[in-house]
């Protein structure tokens, strides 16, 4: 019987972070970790994480902890990252390239199988494996090859018109990183990426940092415990 719960979205955010250190606690060779060892390395309540690995279903031993191949299989499915999402990305410059680069994904089950630009000079260039195409080519493409996923990294100007075209091609799922909140029809699943928000965390905790070191020497912590990295 499964004991797995509903995950917020704060718990599947913080699912990757955990997925890393348990595979880096594989690579050492370890066959258990705690919950207190993951909160630690990422300074968390043990609590929070405990509840976050419920997600998956999978239960500690009481004074062993889990089970490491175990729980990579357990997030990794629960992720969905244990089966390929062939992905097409619209629009390589700067933040495309960047994310065709980047090899990680992969691993995690996200190909990028094509990538689609209007500009010719870039147009056959081969970077991470991932060709760049021309726009004329998209349509037949998407109902050719059938991606499940368009990563969108177009100017905000051709966003909706960019959503319009692969959804109408077939696409069910859109990866939005544009500033554009886009109007989809019922059926498609969008997430918008924004890097702000990090970026946004990061300066509170300078401010809060820079008000701790005025009043005292200790570390500030953020609002709710303990100086949380995520
Ligand atoms: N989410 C974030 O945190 C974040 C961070 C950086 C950039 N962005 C956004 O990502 C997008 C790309 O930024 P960038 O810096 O890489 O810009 P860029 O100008 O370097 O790249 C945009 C690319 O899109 C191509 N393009 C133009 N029209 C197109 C169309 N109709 N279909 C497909 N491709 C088209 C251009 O030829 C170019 O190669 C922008 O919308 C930007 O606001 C978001």
Redesign the pocket.
């Known amino acids: 019987m499964s004991t797995a719960r509903p995950a917020s979205l704060p718990t599947i955010k913080r699912l990757p972070s955990y997925l890393q250190i348990i595979e880096n606690a594989r690579d050492d060779g370890r066959e258990f970790i705690s919950g207190t060892v993951i909160a630690d390395e990422l300074e968390l309540e043990p609590i929070q994480v405990r509840k976050d690995l419920a997600v998956t279903g999978i239960v500690g031993k009481p004074r062993v902890g889990f089970s490491v191949s175990e729980l990579i299989e357990a997030i990794s499915a629960f992720l969905h990252w244990n089966k390929v999402n062939r992905s097409i990305l619209?629009?390589?410059?700067?933040?495309?390239t960047a994310l065709m680069g980047y090899s990680e994904f992969r691993r995690h089950g996200l190909s990028i199988i094509a990538a689609?630009?209007?500009?010719p000079e870039?147009h056959d260039l081969v970077i991470n494996e991932t060709r760049i195409l021309p726009?004329d080519d998209l349509d037949d493409f998407i109902r050719r090859e059938q991606p499940e996923i368009a990563i969108l990294?177009?100017?905000?100007s051709?966003?909706q018109q960019?959503a319009d075209q692969v959804i109408a091609a077939g696409v069910r799922s859109l990866w939005n990183?544009?500033?554009v909140k886009l109007k989809v029809p019922a059926g498609v699943v969008v997430q918008k990426?924004?890097?702000?928000s990090g970026y946004a965390v990061l300066s509170v905790k300078m401010g809060l940092a820079a008000h701790s070191a005025e009043c005292s020497d200790d570390p500030a912590p953020l609002p709710g415990g303990r100086t949380s990295t995520i």
Request: charge should be negative; avoid cysteine; aromatic fraction near 8%.
């Open positions: 619209l629009g390589a410059g700067h933040l495309g689609f630009d209007p500009s870039r726009m990294t177009v100017p905000s051709v966003a960019t990183f544009t500033n990426e924004d890097l702000s």
